[in-house]
């Protein structure tokens, strides 16, 4: 976290300061996409996302972790003590706990609803239990706390020119676009972990079952069958962006060029995805570089604009937009 943006959002509690760094670390390590839109966000924002996004992310690297050689009653035990960390850090404001103390005191500051949290946690304790879901209607109750809370979390970060409620709806609804979109691309490393997230009617429907998966990502060989299957998957998740990109014109002005550019980005791994045959048994989609760093581009101009409507509103200075540098979204 530079201290700019710990200055700006009013920061000043040293052991809060680390906490906050520590939340942004993970951004920048883990969610290289993620990490690359929020750097669009006014300053002052940009420490509530990190602390939303750090939290997911260590929640979610106590149940996946493949480096861990933890047990599944470890990982609950695990998952339980964050809980409670969470619960009593969210009465108080703060806690011992650096990620979740910055998560409770971004919740405070933002009023965010304590039961998003909670049925975050829920869908990762279902991680441990549940490997696989009949149909879409089971993986979309899943995804409402793994995915859906994501979207609502960020909501009054972001702000609105709407009331809430109304852009609700589409943000709960990027949320599940973004997941779904990291499932497909992932279907080999979950396999790795034991866990299918496409639904098996999808895959009942195309003649494909777990264990052809299986036998297609342990040699390497592709099937039409599943090829079929997998564009469907992706067909079903452009749906959902649809279903999510009215609500990008409901935040204020200053955000969205952060969330627009966030939505084209992560569109653009289902344009990998398509672009490598849907070889997604076999390896990761990667959206080339030098796209990453055009759509940067357009949303530091599109942010530029929104500064300077907002500077001529208010007849304050306008803020530079400074360039993004690229290393570190590698």
């Known amino acids: 976290m530079t201290r700019r943006e710990?200055?700006?959002a009013g920061i000043t509690d040293p052991h809060l300061r680390t906490a906050y760094a520590r939340c942004?670390?993970?951004?920048?390590?883990?969610?290289?996409?993620?990490?690359?839109a929020t750097r669009l966000l006014p300053v002052v924002h940009r420490p509530a996302v990190h602390a939303l996004y750090g939290f997911a992310r260590w929640a979610d690297d106590i149940v996946d972790d493949m480096d861990s050689t933890a047990t599944t009653a470890e990982r609950s035990a695990a998952l339980h003590r964050l809980e409670h960390?969470?619960?009593?850090?969210?009465?108080h404001g703060t806690g011992d706990q650096p990620v979740v103390a910055a998560l409770a005191d971004t919740a405070a500051r933002y009023a965010i609803e304590p039961r998003h949290?909670?049925?975050?946690?829920?869908?990762?304790?279902?991680?441990?239990?549940?490997s696989e879901y009949a149909d879409?209607?089971?993986?979309?109750?899943?995804?409402?706390?793994s995915a859906a809370v994501i979207g609502l979390q960020m909501l009054p970060v972001l702000g609105t020119v709407v009331p809430r409620?109304?852009?609700?709806?589409?943000?709960?609804?990027?949320?599940v676009a973004f997941q779904l979109t990291n499932f497909l691309r992932?279907?080999?490393?979950?396999?790795?972990?034991?866990?299918?997230?496409?639904?098996?009617?999808?895959?009942?429907?195309?003649?494909?079952?777990?264990?052809?998966?299986?036998?297609?990502?342990?040699?390497?060989?592709?099937?039409?069958?599943i090829t079929a299957m997998l564009k469907t998957a992706a067909h079903l998740t452009r749906d959902v962006y649809r279903q999510a990109a009215p609500g990008i014109a409901m935040l204020a002005p200053v955000s969205r060029p952060c969330i627009r550019t966030a939505f084209v980005l992560y569109g653009g791994i289902l344009d990998a995805i398509a672009d490598d045959g849907y070889a997604v048994l076999h390896r990761r989609a990667v959206v080339p570089r030098r796209h990453r760093a055009a759509v940067a581009g357009d949303g530091l101009v599109r942010l530029a604009l929104a500064r300077l409507a907002r500077a001529r509103t208010h007849g304050a200075p306008v803020p530079v937009a400074r360039a993004l540098p690229l290393k570190e979204t590698a």
């Open 165 to 175: 409620a109304e852009a609700e709806p589409h943000a709960a609804a990027l949320g």
């Open 6 to 8: 710990l200055d700006a």
């Open 85 to 91: 960390h969470l619960t009593a850090s969210l009465r």
């Open 117 to 130: 949290f909670t049925d975050f946690l829920r869908s990762m304790r279902s991680d441990l239990e549940v």
């Open 24 to 36: 942004r670390h993970l951004n920048a390590r883990h969610g290289k996409t993620y990490f690359l």
């Open 186 to 225: 992932d279907v080999g490393e979950d396999l790795d972990r034991g866990r299918l997230y496409l639904p098996l009617d999808l895959l009942a429907a195309h003649g494909v079952d777990r264990g052809l998966l299986q036998w297609s990502r342990d040699t390497g060989t592709g099937d039409r069958r």
């Open 136 to 145: 879409y209607a089971a993986l979309r109750a899943y995804m409402h706390g």
